[in-house]
């Protein structure tokens, strides 16, 4: 049985799907910052309720960081020609109401919902960027999976967003593989919030569709750490695969690294609720992202190739422009680790780490992820 879409909490959907730009100042005006595969399909999703929702400005803006194409036509005006973004999310049509934008103080400027969905690594930069250039009242989500490990301990990307911008930042886990939900086969998310419940339900209409279903639950930590470390967890499957190990073993592996995320998430944040590992970003998110995804993907090939073609080497060659984050999260919580000195109590989470910089070999990812 298909699953029934749910309505937005307050029915607010306009009777003219229609209508034109309006420039009251009540209505809510979003930018999504990046537009990679993933950042590409939500603006997609959010431009697709903006148009019906009358509480929002049809108008979606999407930052681009931006290329030349092999034609050497900009990526930004291609986007904004086609409407398609056609180097990540190639053959989708993004919307009419999706604009993209190469200048990110420009894409930023009068928004109030800001979704940010960047590779990780690179939103310390972006944040400095922005500081005074954004409305005082914003709010913030973060679809990004990964941490910083700064000198005074581990920090997350809402945390990032909201110290450098000081604005609130909720987030948006799930088992979401970008190009199923872009061809809008069902999918689930979870929005993870502080104490706002009110904010977190207008994320849940910006985003909820009748192929997109999402929730919300008052744990933001324990949300974003699902979506983060479930790709080192992916980067171990990889390994299983490319070995090929059998589905007993990718099976203990998930297991034992869903073990592990949940340790580890309880030993940093005290406040991470057992149960949001049964939401999507949890324990779904982990199965998807072990089936499918672009860090078992890679995994795969680094174990067929018995380690000695470079990560960096394999994401240049496979993902045409798309960055890992389980290597880059691995070597993260193994710094966390061995500052804190927990590396014997997550030996999935060690070993995933030193076979990826070439410590041990591949075939370790079962002789020491036992315990």
């Known amino acids: 049985m298909a699953p029934s879409e749910q309505v937005p909490l307050d029915g607010e959907i306009a009777s003219d799907s229609n209508v034109t730009l309006d420039e009251s100042p009540n209505k809510s005006r979003v930018t999504v910052v990046g537009s990679g595969n993933w950042g590409s399909v939500a603006a997609k999703l959010i431009a697709s309720n903006t148009i019906k929702l009358t509480s929002f400005h049809d108008e979606v803006r999407m930052w681009v960081f931006e290329e030349v194409l092999p034609n050497g036509e900009k990526l930004s005006e291609v986007i904004n020609k086609t409407n398609e973004n056609v180097k990540y999310l190639p053959g989708i049509k993004l919307g009419k109401n999706v604009v993209a934008v190469p200048d990110l103080e420009h894409a930023v400027r009068d928004a109030n919902m800001l979704v940010f969905v960047t590779p990780h690594q690179f939103m310390e930069g ?11 009242n914003a709010e913030a989500i973060s679809l990004i999976k990964g941490m910083e490990v700064k000198m005074e301990g581990p920090c997350m990307i809402s945390s990032l967003i909201t110290q450098q911008l000081g604005i609130n930042c909720c987030v948006l886990m799930g088992a979401n593989i970008a190009n199923e939900i872009a061809v809008e086969k069902f999918s689930e998310a979870t929005v993870g919030y502080r104490e706002n419940r009110e904010i977190a339900e207008k994320w849940v209409r910006l985003f909820n569709t009748s192929y997109f279903m999402v929730s919300a639950v008052q744990d933001v930590e324990g949300v974003e750490l699902c979506g983060t470390l479930k790709n080192v967890v992916a980067i171990a499957a990889g390994f299983v695969d490319g070995l090929e190990m059998g589905n007993n073993t990718k099976a203990a592996i ?20 057992d149960s949001t590992f049964f939401e999507s970003c949890g324990v779904a998110d982990l199965i998807t992202t072990c089936l499918g995804g672009r860090n078992r993907k890679c995994a795969e090939a680094f174990a067929r190739n018995g380690g000695k073609r470079s990560f960096d080497e394999l994401e240049a060659e496979m993902l045409q ?3 890992l984050q389980g290597v880059s999260t691995a070597k993260e919580v193994y710094e966390v680790l061995s500052h804190r000195g927990w590396l014997e109590l997550f030996p999935l989470f060690t070993t995933v780490h030193e076979i990826c910089i070439g410590r041990l070999p591949p075939t370790a990812i079962v002789e020491y992820s036992q315990s």
Do not use: D, P, T
Not at 126 to 136: F, H, S
Not at 259 to 272: I, N, P, T
């Open 126 to 136: 972006i944040c400095k960027r922005l500081v005074g250039k954004i409305r005082e």
């Open 254 to 273: 998930m297991r034992i690294g869903l073990r592990e995320m949940k340790a580890f998430s309880k030993l940093l944040f005290s406040s991470v609720k």
């Open 321 to 323: 422009g798309q960055k």
